[in-house]
């Protein structure tokens, strides 16, 4: 397996990060991965007959060649066959609306949208698939796409309040509404309306989304046993049945389930640094 992923150097308010996976056809994916709900949209560009999948337990979204996996608020199974190659730009929860306002009302969808072709076309994605041996070169690939396209933030005061809202979940971990809105100096409506506009979500879900992702990367990194009525109280839960209440219903296990297994993801197929 080939696998790496690096942030896009001068875009870091667009893109997360980018990335690259191979898996030959003798190696296997074992366990299968899950992807907990996710306020980043997945642009995955792969070869034109290579399937995907995506089952959230009650509906499949499936297809083949590149595509766009948009925010959503399930746990995914990924269920891949090898052998396998992507590359793959993982957006920031606001960096859709800078790139399509039609990208924004998209949530809980995973295919080729139109609105992907002109900044995004056959002859773009083939140019990438000639630097997957050199990293840099990929990431400069699109870089330069991005910079031929005049991508640049958007001035609109919604967009500004999305972006300080969410940098502010990231960095400071702010995970109540009225905290959130008192930090960006607005009303708790201005800030919902606002954020929905941009991102396509209610505050509501992005903070239940980031703090089930915060718990995650906290078990994981867990060596030694847990004290989980502290850890209920580190994340806002009023006990321990609460929390683990709560983990049962998102992600379809208990914590002990997914310590033995680790087979739970942030981002497709990334890890947890």
Not at 139 to 154: N, T, V
Request: with cysteine; glycine share 4%.
């Amino acid at each position: 397996m080939i696998a790496w992923k690096l942030p896009l150097e001068g875009y870091e308010w667009l893109v997360h990060q980018v990335w690259y996976l191979q898996v030959e056809q003798d190696e296997q994916i074992d366990p299968k991965p899950h992807l907990i709900p996710n306020a980043r949209a997945h642009l995955l560009f792969t070869p034109e007959q290579q399937s995907y999948s995506y089952d959230d337990g009650k509906r499949v979204l499936s297809g083949s060649g590149s595509h766009l996996l948009t925010a959503n608020d399930q746990l995914l199974l990924l269920d891949d066959q090898p052998p396998l190659k992507r590359i793959g730009v993982t957006f920031r929860p606001e960096a859709l609306y800078c790139l399509s306002a039609e990208g924004v009302q998209s949530t809980n969808q995973c295919q080729w949208f139109d609105w992907l072709t002109p900044l995004f076309d056959q002859t773009f994605q083939q140019s990438l698939w000639m630097t997957t041996d050199e990293p840099k070169l990929l990431l400069e690939k699109i870089k330069q796409q991005l910079d031929r396209l005049h991508i640049q933030p958007s001035q609109s005061n919604a967009f500004k309040l999305a972006q300080k809202s969410v940098a502010l979940v990231e960095s400071q971990h702010v995970l109540e509404i009225e905290s959130l809105a008192q930090h960006c100096a607005c009303s708790r409506r201005t800030l919902e309306r606002s954020f929905k506009k941009v991102t396509g979500l209610s505050v509501k879900q992005y903070l239940q989304m980031m703090r089930l992702e915060q718990m995650i990367i906290a078990i994981y990194q867990q060596e030694e046993e847990i004290d989980w009525t502290e850890f209920s109280q580190q994340f806002g839960f009023s006990d321990q049945s609460h929390l683990i209440r709560t983990l049962k219903q998102q992600l379809r296990k208990t914590p002990s389930n997914y310590l033995r297994k680790r087979d739970l993801t942030i981002d497709i197929y990334g890890d947890f640094e």
